[in-house]
């Protein structure tokens, strides 16, 4: 008979033995697991520090290079590669170019036998190589990954056809994952990150954890690029500024005090840099210059022009009575240093503050109005003349002529840039010479003053929400 207690005791510790077995499997199991949760866990660590560090390196204003070799380093670290590299497009989205390779980095691209040879004898006719090259959109392996705009992991590199004669140049076998940098729906370049076999292929989860880093990094580089921009533009902002302050102190500060006339001035910029400018010369034997110009163009350029032509202009102005004379030299000084799609139209009046005459000379600009206070009617001044910079003096000095006139009490004289004309309303009207005069007419009893005001004033109306599209100067004389 079989012994009941016997056999509940094999029975027992067959239990226990299986027991045993699958808590020791269990166990084994969950340390596994453990181990699996551990490494994952120090992954997001790691690249949670990742992007920490490059969100504090752009704060920090780094330079692009610096950013560039921090986001290839910190690959490195997250995911335990050996080197890696960037590449970005060019302007014309044509090229790859290199940014950062790091030192240990095994050339991505197909390199010319030559070169390799080359090599042999000077390691660093390979790095220069390689740091120089660019690659075609649709060329080798960094071209595949950007026309697929996906990412892509090669277990050996030199088993991809594309790399040609360069996978010579691997002493062992490298494993690499490479994907494509997108910001704001566009491409921007490709990271790649290698690991040598002995190493150990990347995983996976390596895989994963690469295709997460490099949406995060494209993201940053993004965020840097335009962070760049903005400090750039501010500083080209504060630039300008700087430069209108300088500008400004060039134009007059007050009115001059002329004998029998009052003269009044305003220079409204469209941009930040005027293109016009109007000035006050005291001149030797007891006389006053005026002059308005207009520099074609808008902005630095123009700014530039225009105070190159006010110093030229005011140092040969003491060299002769006679305006046109004076902007004869100053064409011939300006005219090596205009471009040919530039030029300045100007007017310069020299006023005998003795007798009360004056002389003008008419380089191209807009003709002068004239008030006549006995009759309430509206002239216009048009002398002879070119602007300035069109021609080399020949046939600027037959064609620029002195024009003399006279003013009674109560005359005033406007002169004034193409900004004013041309001012735009929303129904894109032009302002226009009538209602330039019309108003001139209704305020030239008032003064000088009183006509540049209402000018000024009544464009500004008319042009209601257009922007201002030119630089607007006048210049009123009035005959006291």
């Not at 009759?375 to 003096?393: F, M, N, Q």
């Not at 929303?426 to 009538?434: C, I, K, M, R, S």
Request: charged share 25%.
């Amino acid at each position: 008979m079989l012994d009941l207690g016997h056999v509940a005791a094999v029975v027992l510790l067959i239990l226990l033995v299986i027991t045993v077995g699958v808590w020791l499997k269990t166990r084994s199991q969950l340390g596994e697991i453990k181990k699996e949760k551990d490494q994952i866990v120090g992954e997001e660590m790691r690249m949670f520090d990742f992007l920490h560090h490059i969100g504090q390196a752009i704060e920090k204003d780094i330079t692009p290079a610096q950013l560039y070799k921090e986001i290839v380093e910190g690959f490195d670290e997250v995911l335990g590669a050996d080197a890696g590299a960037i590449y970005l497009l060019s302007e014309d989205r044509e090229y790859l170019v290199p940014k950062f390779i790091s030192v240990n980095c095994p050339p991505l691209i197909s390199v010319p036998q030559q070169v390799i040879e080359r090599s042999k004898a000077n390691p660093s006719a390979l790095t220069s190589y390689v740091m120089l090259a660019r690659v075609g959109t649709g060329e080798g392996l960094l071209g595949e990954v950007v026309t697929a705009e996906t990412s892509m992991r090669v277990d050996n590199l030199q088993d991809h056809e594309s790399l040609g004669a360069t996978s010579d140049l691997y002493d062992h076998g490298v494993s690499a994952m490479l994907s494509t940098l997108q910001y704001g729906g566009r491409n921007i370049g490709v990271v790649a990150v290698v690991r040598k076999h002995e190493n150990g292929l990347f995983s996976d989860n390596d895989y994963d954890v690469f295709r997460s880093v490099s949406e995060q990094s494209a993201f940053a580089m993004g965020n840097a690029m335009i962070h760049q921009e903005l400090t750039e533009k501010r500083k080209l902002d504060d630039e300008l500024r700087t430069a209108r302050e300088v500008q400004n102190v060039l134009l007059p500060s007050a009115e001059p005090h002329i004998p029998g006339y009052r003269a009044y001035g305003s220079n409204t910029p469209a941009r930040m840099i005027s293109g016009d400018y109007f000035d006050y010369i005291n001149l030797p034997d007891d006389k006053t210059g005026i002059v308005i110009a207009d520099v074609t163009g808008k902005g630095l350029p123009a700014g530039l022009l225009m105070a190159m032509c006010r110093s030229v202009l005011r140092l040969t102005a003491r060299a002769t009575a006679s305006p046109s004379e004076v902007l004869g030299l100053v064409n011939r000084h300006l005219f090596p240093d205009v471009r040919e799609d530039m030029f300045v139209s100007l007017i310069y009046i020299v006023l005998d503050n003795d007798t009360g005459k004056l002389k003008m000379s008419r380089a191209g600009h807009d003709a002068p109005i004239l008030y006549r206070a006995d009759t309430g009617l509206i002239e216009t001044v048009k002398p002879p003349g070119l602007a300035l910079g069109i021609d080399s003096g020949n046939v600027f000095d037959r064609v620029t002529k002195d024009y003399e006139m006279e003013m009674k009490q109560g005359d005033v004289l406007l002169l004034y840039t193409d900004g004013v004309c041309e001012a735009v309303n929303d129904d894109d009207d032009e302002f226009g010479l009538a209602k330039l005069e019309e108003i001139f007419c209704k305020a030239a009893d008032s003064g000088a003053e009183s006509v540049v005001k209402s000018i000024r004033r009544q464009v500004s109306v008319f042009s209601g929400n257009q922007p201002q599209m030119d630089d607007i100067t006048m210049v009123a004389l009035e005959k006291s």
